[in-house]
């Protein structure tokens, strides 16, 4: 949520904002209008009650029968048209605080402008693709010779887009988790496991309702949803608190199983794992003061680098362009080389949020003790997600006769095996 003040006071700055992010401006006139009734009916409504606290304390006082009646008449009608207005005043701010959620963050003056993902910038690239004496197989016909992949016990299950992991297959994935987990914890992050499901604030907090709700799996019956991302349950862990002194910064790190229910065209990433419903992730979750959150940033693509580097894949980091922020102020991607799919795929998007998520979650700090209260600036990315770093992994580590080498790295977590077929 973006601070109403900035509106009021700099309305040309945001528009221009929203203007580079490919967003319609006259939402901030929307939003202006609804603040100047809000404000008037406000004003208004408190000189009434205030008119009638006066009125009430004279009545009290008042001797003369008749006249005491005629006041009594005149503040039942007076009370009638503050009922009246307060109806008025909470319909307004209904819309008020609707139209303010809708509001995207704005980009950071640093951000390249572009219209769609084709613009964003690759910054740089690590490591050299692998050069093999032998056409390299994409992971579906890898994971299925190998049975450690299982689709169309996946479908039955479940339907399209699932899978089942199956034998070394799960046990990889597990091996995954369980090392990132542990990289990051050396990193300083601390461990977290939240819950699975959250409520509907949760989702608002960090932006994910009202505008993306199309993409969340509900719970029927229940103000519960599946999370996207863990980030939603860790960002809204300190939500409407306010942290005391020498708090921050808060590192935490989670894994969760991941929902989205994203509209997939059909001819579209319709084989293997890249774009599936349900899959598994390593969150990593930043709370930090502002002046420090853009060096933060810099610090979270490392920690997310650090996964990329010891599983010795290559990688490229791109900088996202205004129109493929999400709800950030700055974004990068990490991206890994999967050859037999011929195609950079994401593996983690660390963005900073600035005080975006927190006003919408009520998360603040004070820098000294008796200070006045500060929003935090909160910062998350993928370290990594899965189960695309299990593509990279088959299609990079896999051999003439189809099986695959497992990354070093790997290897005290899968029982010292260091090959899967």
């Known amino acids: ?88 005043t909470s319909a307004v701010e209904a ?4 139209l303010m959620l809708l509001l995207p963050n704005l980009p950071d003056e640093r951000v390249p402008v572009g219209t769609s993902e084709a613009e964003n910038i690759v910054l740089r690239t690590e490591g050299t693709p692998r050069s093999f004496d032998f056409a ?7 994971g299925e010779a190998l049975g450690i992949i299982d689709f169309e016990r996946g479908v039955k299950l479940a339907g399209s887009r699932f899978f089942v992991l199956k034998g070394a297959g799960s046990r990889l994935q597990r091996a995954l988790i369980n090392w990132m987990i542990d990289v990051h914890v050396g990193q300083g992050y601390s461990e977290i496991t939240p819950p699975f499901v959250v409520k509907e604030a949760m989702l608002v907090g960090t932006g994910n309702l009202p505008k993306f709700g199309d993409n969340l799996f509900r719970i029927e019956g229940a103000d519960l949803t599946l999370i996207p991302t863990a980030e939603v349950p860790v960002t809204n862990l300190y939500r409407e608190e306010i942290l005391e002194p020498g708090s921050l910064p808060i590192d935490h790190v989670a894994y969760t199983p991941c ?9 579209r990433d319709v084989r293997g794992i ?49 129109a493929d922020l999400g709800t950030a102020v700055m974004k990068y991607d990490l991206e890994m080389w999967a050859p037999g799919v011929a195609e950079w795929l994401e593996v983690s998007s660390c963005g900073n949020f600035g005080d975006y998520q927190a006003r919408r979650a009520g998360i603040r700090y004070r820098p000294a003790h008796g200070a006045r209260p500060e929003y935090v600036h909160t910062l998350n990315g993928s370290g990594l997600a899965l189960p695309r770093v299990i593509i990279a992994i088959l299609e990079n580590y896999q051999e003439a006769d189809g099986s695959i080498v497992v990354p070093e790295v790997l290897r005290p977590y899968m029982g010292g095996i260091k090959s899967i077929g």
């Open 136 to 142: 390299p197989k994409p992971h579906w016909e890898l």
């Open 95 to 98: 819309e008020f605080e609707q």
């Open 274 to 322: 890249k774009r599936v419903y349900q899959f598994d992730k390593v969150e990593m979750v930043k709370f930090v003061e502002p002046q420090t959150s853009y060096a933060a940033l810099m610090t979270l693509i490392d920690n997310a680098e650090d996964i990329c580097r010891a599983l010795q894949i290559p990688y490229r980091l791109l900088q996202l362009c205004t």
């Open 1 to 88: 949520m973006l601070d109403i003040r900035l509106i009021r006071e700099q309305p040309a700055f945001v528009r221009n904002g929203m203007m580079r992010r490919g967003d319609d401006p006259a939402q901030v006139d929307a939003v202006l209008a609804a603040d100047e009734r809000r404000r008037e009916l406000l004003h208004e409504v408190e000189a009434l009650k205030a008119t009638r606290n006066a009125v009430s304390k004279e009545i009290g006082k008042m001797k003369e029968a008749t006249a005491r009646e005629a006041k009594i008449a005149e503040m039942r009608q007076l009370g009638d048209r503050i009922t009246e207005l307060d109806a008025q």
């Open 259 to 267: 929902w989205r229910n994203e509209q997939m065209s059909g001819g």
